[in-house]
């Protein structure tokens, strides 16, 4: 299932937020953390559902890549 690209777009920024908050990081530092990371890999390409997953666990999954 595809989602579409401006509601993916709007789904990115919500999450980037929420690593900022979680992580207590500036914007720039989870942009660049949400942009490397296997989830945003597997979302933009459409191979999982993950883009159905509410943002608060996509951020921890982010996060829980990191260690």
Same mark, same amino acid.
């Given at each position: 299932?595809?989602?579409? @690209? ?6 990115y920024?919500? !999450? ?5 908050k979680?992580?207590?990081i500036? $914007? &720039? ?7 490397? @990371? ?8 459409? !191979? ?10 996509? $951020? &921890? ?7």
């Amino acid at each position: 299932m595809t989602a579409d @690209s401006t509601l993916l777009q709007m789904k990115y920024a919500r !999450i980037i937020s929420l690593l900022a908050k979680k992580a207590n990081i500036d $914007a &720039e530092k989870a942009l660049e953390l949400f942009y490397k @990371s296997n989830t945003y890999m597997l979302m933009s390409k459409g !191979i999982s559902d993950f883009h159905c997953l509410s943002d608060d666990y996509l $951020a &921890e999954e982010i996060l829980l890549e990191q260690k």
